[in-house]
């Protein structure tokens, strides 16, 4: 029984608040929208088997790539986060120390070195690095197997492990922060979504906003505002994490863990979403641009040139 869609079931059980949730909850919750969505689409190829006219509601009788991709997405963003967790869980405790590095660079490959910029005993007081010796001691993640190897490796050249940033499980630092943990949950979520609901509907903008229903779109389609529309639900996931961000970056604001989190979550629900529909909008799986249904009765037209 899915916790998701029978929530009362929830009832008597007791959880302790802790960050593992977020990585239980993203999964549930990935799992819950594709299975909903299979057995939808099971529904939908019997009636198309039956009567031979049943078609979704971009005019094509399948949607197998959608499916596919938002498979393949979720799973790989999913499949990362499950490792971030699940690392420092099987470690022994106390093996990972308070980081703080940079991006974009390896700061605790090795022990030093430019490699393990990291491990040098900087100043506290800086906006990068800090006194290594003070928080906890050197960290190598090349010394570990290669599964945790790449989970914190990984890590290290994307994100600046900022000790103050990051979640602690087990007495280890996770391989990345609150916020990029966010992006990684809200992309597998994403993707699950664009799997259950989304359709290719030639371009990129007509199948990004395919996951919403129609009737809602008929206004946007009759006055061909998909552009704006697209870039306005875009803006609302993305400027948050922006403003928060860069606010932080460039003043003494600082911003917490929870913030952080519900803008990556954003942040990273539009990336998934952005991503699938990018790889599913293909014009050659339609006949013609005639074929392709749109909201509202809406038509491509094709402008030839004098």
Known sequence: MCLLCHPEALNGIQIEDTPTLLIAGSIAAAVCVARKGKSTEKKEETEVHTEGTRIHRNGRYERSREKKMAKIIAGIFGGYLFLVFLAPIAMPSDSVPELSGRANAFDYMTE?????????????????????????????????????????????????????RSWEINGNQLAFCVRDVGIFAGAAIGAAIFGRFGLNRWTLRDTFLSIIPDEWLVETYEKNRRGITSLGIAAIFVIPMGVDGFTQLLTDYESNNILRLVTGLGFGLILGWIFVASLCARPKDFNDSGQVILPGGARFQIIEEE
């Open 112 to 164: 030093d070195g430019a490699t393990g910029w990291g491990n040098q005993n900087w100043s506290d007081n800086g906006k990068l690095g800090h006194n290594q010796s003070a928080h906890g001691g050197s960290f190598v993640w090349s010394e570990l197997n290669p599964i945790w190897a790449f989970t914190y490796g990984f890590g290290d050249l994307n994100c600046h492990q900022k000790h103050h």
